[in-house]
């Protein structure tokens, strides 16, 4: 078996000077494990990258013809490099178009002490974020939103003059590719620290560029019931959703470890369930401000934010570009995150009516009923300790049915070439119909065999007529 090199030593040793800089280095000096490298070189990035491709087992290939960066990742997957050209002659200059100082340090890999130009290594002792100079967020706007981000992550302040050039470059976001600022806001609601990565957002004047919607929240006042406005109570809401994703056994007991892997499973856009529930808590109530009716009697509605929220939250998330499939989950927890409330009164359930709650919010069963929770906790207004103990309980018994129907999902006791044969009928919507029905009836314990499903089924044929 031929041995490889760690890349980073493979460079030591290379006659080409390489500096190690960027994220990979200021993480290195805060103590964060790294295992993605930016590397630059004083040579032609190419060539460098097939060298430490060819000693260190991994594989190189180009990430922009415009600028010559390239890539190297290893074959196990386990870390990647990226190569750029130094440009401007000397790493300061190179260092000089860089965002912030944190990131603006630079240390050769040949040896030779840590080249920090713009005081970074003090703001990293500071936990502070400070640009380099007033023109960094001119010369890319995608970097007022990073900042958030970056604040978020590391659990850094943000430096008030660079807060203040920040807002003033913040409308320009809107002309950054969505695909960019997407990967940004993802990692922003995906952080432990999601929600002051929200405040850092609106600190900036990144919301009203990126998200317009969330902003039109504020100041949107609500019934009785509540005690906090939309936007308020929407943070709320995404603060108790992180909370049930920490400790879900502080709320569903035996049912929390599923819960648990169920939310840290993948879903699309690099996000796990649990990062889409975020985005589910974020933007649930975003057609409130459309809704919002008042009475004569001075009683404030929303009816119909459910539909109308589900309609922008797809269409929130395709402006940034977002994967189908994210935009049809997040959609489908706003079109059914009130199902549950509505059902509280309805206790004690009955089969059919379990059934009817699992079957039309299938298949985020589950994660919109974690939600329906989140939401029925940060609703604090009127009688709201007798709301949120019922409501409670009925989640957790339909918790338990969702995921014992995600584990095991009902069928009716017969296939439909079996019941199309004993009924003489050919397959189509009156099939379709029909299954379903024994399914539900199935669900409910009514019935549990072929010969049961084909008498069944015949009195509904018989009732239908």
Same mark, same amino acid.
């Given at each position: ?27 290195r ?10 590397? *630059? ?10 060298? *430490? ?13 415009? #600028? ?12 990647? $490099? ?23 340090l ?8 840590? %080249?920090?130009? #713009?005081?970074?290594?003090e ?12 023109r ?6 995608? @970097?007022?939103?990073? *900042? ?42 995906? !952080?432990p ?10 600190? *900036? ?7 317009? +919607? ?45 819960v ?9 856009? +690099?996000l796990? &369930?649990?990062?889409?529930? @975020? ?6 109530? $975003? ?6 009716r ?5 009683? %404030?509605? #929303? ?15 395709? &402006? ?7 935009? +049809? ?21 009955? =089969? ?11 298949? $985020? ?6 939600? !329906? ?9 009127? =009688? ?13 018994a ?5 995921? !014992? ?17 004993a009924?003489?009928? %050919? ?5 379709? =119909? ?11 314990? +009514? ?19």
């Amino acid at each position: 078996m031929t041995s490889v090199d760690h890349p980073l030593a493979h460079l030591a040793r290379s006659s080409v000077p390489a500096w190690l800089v960027g994220g990979a280095l200021r993480d290195r000096l805060l103590g964060r494990a790294t295992s993605d490298y930016d590397v *630059v070189v004083a040579g032609d990035p190419e060539r460098v990258a097939h060298a *430490v491709g060819s000693a260190a087992g991994g594989f190189a290939f180009a990430l922009s013809e415009g #600028f010559g960066s390239w890539r190297v990742v290893a074959h196990s997957r386990s870390w990647q $490099v990226d190569l750029l050209a130094l440009t401007g002659g000397e790493i300061e200059a190179d260092l000089g178009k860089r965002d912030l100082t944190v990131n603006a340090l630079a240390e050769p890999l040949g040896g030779g002490g840590l %080249v920090d130009p #713009f005081g970074g290594l003090e703001d990293l002792r500071a936990a502070q974020l400070r640009m380099v100079s007033p023109r960094v967020f001119d010369q890319d706007p995608l @970097r007022v939103l990073r *900042v958030a981000r970056l604040g978020c992550e590391l659990e850094f302040a943000v430096d008030p003059a660079t807060a203040a050039v920040a807002r003033a470059s913040a409308p320009r976001l809107a002309a950054v590719a969505p695909e960019r600022v997407f990967s940004e806001l993802r990692r922003i609601i995906a !952080s432990p620290r999601a929600l002051d990565g929200l405040e850092l957002m609106a600190g *900036v004047g990144a919301t009203e560029a990126v998200l317009p +919607e969330l902003n039109a929240l504020r100041g949107v006042q609500q019934s009785h019931f509540h005690h906090l406005d939309v936007y308020e109570h929407t943070i709320a809401v995404l603060g108790q959703t992180i909370e049930l994703e920490r400790t879900p056994e502080s709320y569903f007991g035996a049912d929390g470890e599923a819960v648990r892997e169920l939310l840290a499973a993948p879903l699309a856009n +690099e996000l796990s &369930r649990g990062g889409a529930l @975020r985005f589910g808590a974020l933007l649930h109530d $975003v057609a409130k401000p459309a809704t919002r009716r008042v009475s004569g009697g001075g009683r %404030v509605t #929303f009816l119909g934010h459910d539909e109308l929220g589900a309609e922008l939250a797809s269409s929130i998330l395709g &402006r940034l570009r977002a994967g189908e499939r994210l935009r +049809e989950h997040v959609a489908a927890l706003t079109r059914h995150h009130l199902r549950l409330g509505f059902l509280v009164h309805e206790q004690p359930l009955t =089969r059919h009516a379990i059934y009817r709650y699992l079957s039309a919010c299938a298949p $985020v069963q589950v994660d919109v009923t974690l939600l !329906s929770v989140a939401d029925r906790l940060a609703t604090r207004g009127a =009688r709201s300790d007798e709301a949120i103990a019922s409501h409670l309980k009925l989640a957790r018994a339909l918790l338990a049915e969702a995921l !014992s129907w995600l584990a095991d999902p009902p069928r009716p006791p017969i296939r439909g070439d079996e019941l199309a044969r004993a009924l003489r009928i %050919v397959p189509g919507p009156e099939m379709g =119909r029909l299954l379903r029905a024994l399914e539900e009836a199935s669900f409910a314990g +009514e019935i549990k065999t072929a010969e049961q499903a084909i008498q069944r089924a015949r009195q509904l044929l018989a009732g239908a007529g």
